[in-house]
């Protein structure tokens, strides 16, 4: 197998490494990841500002000489984009992101730059599974290598259903004890809406988005409660958004005619 890595937690992170390792006893792996964190930035893509390619290798402590590895001046997405069109140059079997550092469940899915770069591999036509780590305390990626194993291995021999991405939660052993692999759907989990306000050694105030009180669902049959109880969650993900229900209830707009801008008393005129 030719098998793609990607993460958003950056070309040294440990849990790419893992993931690369493991991917390497089924395949020939080749690795292209964003050189700094990029945790957040979804499905983004670089469309402004040049991209810059590095090979990294021993020197960086990446020392298995038979994964090829790129660092990436840019997003999850874009290093699947450059990977497969400009370092591979064709289209790998499988294309793999993470392990993250921390989950991806519930609406994460939406902001996950793991999870991007995965979809970015269904989007150009290869399957592709999404790995995040849960857990409260030290990070245990070695500890993952039996799960990672078990999910690629199913994945070498059954494959995936067309445009579907597999969102991968292994949680950690401090959560729970381990039970197995459960398909789930995706589950409600929320944030905190706090914002630290906070001055820099210039005296200029700064916000950061804070949110790191979460409320998740229980319910095993979801990726947030399956993780919770110990299951390593499985839920499928598809790059087609659209509200379907709702497509025949909005069909009323289809009457609309266009209406001229009222009159709005008291209005400034254009300078
Ligand atoms: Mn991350």
Redesign the pocket.
Known sequence: MEIFVT???GVL?RGLRVLAEVAAEFGRVTVVAPEV????VSHAITLSEPLRLREVGPGLGLERTDIQWYALSGTPADCVFIGLHHVLGRKPDLVLSGV???PNLGYDVLY???VGGAMEGVIQGVPAVAFSLVCTGAYPFDAMRPHLRAVLAEVAARGLPEQTLLNVNLPSPDLAPFRGFKVTRIGRRYYSNDIVVRTDPRGGEYLWIGGTRVTMEDDPESDCGAVKAGWVSLTPLAPDVMAGDALAGLRRFEALAPVEAPARAGRIRAL
Do not use: C, F, V, W
Request: aromatic share 0%; net charge negative.
């Open positions: 993460n958003d937690d992170a964190e990029r945790s957040g993250n550092r921390g996950s730059g793991t």
